[in-house]
């Protein structure tokens, strides 16, 4: 796994940690944030590709989404 790949699933992991303490749920076990990280890194990586867009432009449009909630 590259470097970039590494830090897009970090970033996940870490705003499902949020979005999980937010919602006041119990944290699933590290194997299992990391699969859906991945899952989530891989669906932003193909609607970058569908849409011609950058996954950063993506991943920051999900933050905002998640602040407006």
Request: hydrophobic residues 40%.
């Given at each position: 796994?590259?470097?970039?790949?590494?830090?897009?699933?970090?970033?996940?992991?870490?705003?499902?940690?949020?979005q999980?303490?937010?919602?006041?749920?119990?944290?699933?076990?590290?194997?299992?944030?990391?699969?859906?990280?991945?899952?989530i890194?891989?669906?932003?990586?193909?609607?970058?590709?569908?849409?011609g867009?950058?996954?950063?432009?993506?991943?920051?449009?999900?933050?905002?989404?998640?602040?407006?909630?």
């Amino acid at each position: 796994m590259g470097f970039f790949r590494q830090q897009e699933e970090n970033l996940a992991i870490r705003l499902l940690k949020w979005q999980y303490q937010r919602m006041k749920r119990v944290l699933p076990g590290d194997t299992a944030m990391k699969q859906h990280a991945h899952r989530i890194v891989d669906d932003a990586h193909r609607i970058a590709k569908e849409k011609g867009r950058s996954v950063i432009t993506i991943i920051k449009e999900m933050v905002d989404d998640l602040r407006r909630k």
